[in-house]
């Protein structure tokens, strides 16, 4: 039976009057790498925050092996890897300082510490040369790799990855997703992976949520979900998705209207008023997210890859 390493129930994260997550909950299990997918604006990265404590959760809960995220030792078990790793390190420090200072700022800065992080640097390509360099010297992948050194030199058990594999080439982008597999395996660290990156998240996620306007509309194991979606969210969000591999292409489902303010949703089921399936009960009453067979789970009053009946109303996670 897996093993849940954090748990986020029913989260809530207000900024000012907009609520950007409505009521999510997640589960990530010990040793996988769970992918949060969905258009820009759904709340991705507000997840991410709220969950490395930066970002106060308005409601709900969140606990890491639990334990409460406001206990000193949850914190440091976390670790988020930004967007846009350059802009995370600071430019008056050298490659060497931006890696001695989480150790620093924990009071363990040893001969022995830092002799760990330089040797873990070294096995991801930043050989000792960088050390004397400043982030604005540095590629994309190498500033994406020192932002990797640094969140593992707290020796965290989870990390959350904020589209770890923008603006890299292809081939940069591959590397890099092998070396977070490696680490993983090697370290023991669970993953939670944001991306809008279709082709990236179903390569290396174990299972994957799909967020929409602040709500998880769907979850399941990567496969399943990717091979016969429930969601006709999720469906559409495939069939955009661009491949070189004439099996996997789908054909294009086009959804009518603009993503709704967080600020002002519709009522009832949200993507109710693009969704090319909507019925009049979807105007009215909010789905709840189901639970079914398989670990899935869907919220959605008429779904796709099953017939009604086999969803129960117990909600997922």
Not at 170 to 184: F, K, P, T
Not at 200 to 217: H, K, N, P, W
Request: charged share 20%.
């Amino acid at each position: 039976m897996a093993t849940p390493v954090l748990t986020l129930k029913d989260a809530v994260v207000r900024y000012d009057k907009l609520v950007a997550v409505d009521g999510v909950s997640l589960e990530l299990n010990r040793g996988e790498t769970l992918g949060l997918v969905g258009e820009s604006g759904c709340g991705k990265s507000s997840v991410a925050r709220a969950i490395v404590g930066l970002q106060p959760l308005a409601g709900g809960t969140l606990t890491v092996e639990g334990e409460a995220l406001a206990e000193t030792s949850a914190q440091r078990r976390i670790q988020l890897l930004f967007q846009d790793p350059a802009a995370s390190l600071s430019p008056r420090m050298t490659v060497r300082a931006l890696l001695a200072e989480p150790l620093k700022i924990r009071g363990v800065y040893t001969p022995e510490s830092w002799a760990r992080v330089a040797a873990l640097a070294d096995g991801i390509g930043l050989g000792d040369q960088l050390f004397t360099r400043y982030p604005h010297q540095l590629s994309g992948g190498q500033a994406r790799r020192v932002a990797l050194v640094r969140a593992l030199a707290a020796e965290p058990s989870i990390i959350v990855a904020d589209e770890p594999t923008a603006g890299l080439d292809i081939s940069i982008q591959g590397e890099l997703l092998n070396l977070l597999r490696a680490l993983r395996d090697r370290l023991g660290l669970s993953y939670l992976l944001i991306s809008h990156n279709l082709n990236v998240v179903g390569r290396v996620t174990d299972r994957v949520a799909v967020m929409y306007l602040g709500q998880i509309v769907e979850s399941g194991p990567t496969a399943a979900l990717f091979r016969e979606p429930a969601h006709p969210y999720t469906q559409a969000l495939l069939s955009a998705n661009l491949t070189l591999d004439p099996d996997r292409r789908r054909e294009r489902v086009v959804l009518s209207g603009e993503l709704p303010s967080p600020g002002n949703p519709p009522s009832g089921c949200r993507f109710h008023k693009r969704c090319p399936l909507a019925q009049p009960k979807c105007a009215s009453d909010a789905p709840a997210l189901q639970a079914a067979t398989g670990g899935r789970s869907v919220a959605c009053h008429f779904p796709l890859a099953a017939e009604p009946a086999v969803f129960s109303q117990a909600m997922a996670g």
